[in-house]
């Protein structure tokens, strides 16, 4: 076999797709698939249990499914090997295996995709890539619809892109007349609350699951996290299943309640696909199709569709764009020299605001928080405290089942922190508690109140919020987009401003031991 092997064909643990390029001219007769698992890869950021399991489970049944059809895969399983580094596992095997060629396609980190052809040519190996067929927009499409502008803006990159591929158009117009439906698509569940939902649709784990529980709780066990609930789809068909069931029970009210927030509900009418889609399981066009053939069909509203495939064929797309244009010093950027570190209770939950407390526990426990719960709820109070850019990356990094590099860091540094400066995002997405009280039921039972600034009773929200505005007013009050919030801070008697201040600063130093996880985080 070592010999005569033409192609090697590595695949990496997003890239768990069946209908891959790499595989159009494979051939069993002289071709083998590469994969592994690296310790590295898991404490380089110091990944949740959730996180690990999800990538090393989806791994597996990949490699499974591939034997199956009688190729090769050469394997190497995490407690059969000590190699450091992928990048060393790779170089072991091709001085090994002495394939005529490496086969892939870019890898959606930028660290990767610079070390891993490094390896091969160090190897004496030919790179040979392949175009990624998951996505809509490939980096080269995306540079020219970029060209000069030294701003982004999805608006109208998703108009370019819905145009191109005909999705949701009817003769050249938007269906139903406009680009999107916003206004429709900001409802909150009020007093009565979400009421009876039928829950996702949910995968026991099966024996190789099992085996990777037991190895991270083992090998990983002093890493947050929990694995009590772990129910992912991890192969194609389990992720068509839950496609299937996310379009069927919850997309027609996706779209109203997409922003809400509710008390110990993790999941309300999200889809969980993201994981899914991310690790190439589930194909972007699949779910377009699915949501746009519901609404074609009667099935469900065309504001809860639009407001869905604008999450896929737009943002998602458009982030990806934004990180292969703007790496590597998009991770360095930090336009509001923010400079705190990280809370611990961010590892823990372990806080008294409790939609705080309600997101990070949901986020330990099943690896995932709602896209609101991640903008406005952690992202948000990273950004009004202030802490240090890469610090809020690696966290998110870190703990979501679905982050991957190239989609979650530009939501991170871009949108949520605001560290690129506007390059990505229009404004800041700075906000009070009474944002939280409007959109969930969490301040009902909370101890802090949201319409209070100063005083024991202060939500640490609101504090925050009037001081950011009033730490950045120069730069903020004569912005188009924000300069109404800094009209409302005019209003406010100065004693007043100076005493949130000096509370905000309090909270700030009942903060500022650093509170990185027993082993560390890097990133």
Known sequence: MTASLRHLVLVLGDQ?????????????????????????EATQVWSTQPRIAIFLAAMRHFRDALRVRGWTVHYRAMDEHAFPTLEAALAADLAALKPAKLIAVKPGEWRLAQSLPETCAQAGVPWIPYPDRHFYCDADDFADWAGTRKEYRLEFFYRWLRKREGVLMEGGQPVGGQWNFDQDNRGSFGRAGPGLLPAPRAFAPDATTREVIALVRTRFASHPGRLDSFDWPLDAAQAREALDDFVAHRLPLFGRYQDALWEGEPWLYHSRLSAAMNLKLLSPRMVV??????????RAPIEAVEGFVRQILGWREYVRGVYWQRMPGFLDDNSLDAQAPLPAFYWTADTEMACLRDALRQTLDHGYAHHIQRLMVTGLFALLLGVRPREVHAWYLAVYVDAVEWVELPNVLGMSQYADGGRMVSKPYAASGNYIKKMSNHCAGCRFKPEVSVGPDACPYTTLYWDFLAQHEARFAKHPRTALQWKNLGRKPADEVARIRAQAAELRASLVPDSRPPHGVGG
Do not use: K, T
């Open 16 to 40: 768990l797709d069946a209908e891959s390029s790499v595989f159009d001219d494979f051939d069993p007769a002289c071709d083998a698939v590469w994969m592994a698992e690296v310790g590295h």
């Open 289 to 298: 199709d699915a949501a746009v053939r519901e609404w074609r069909e009667g």
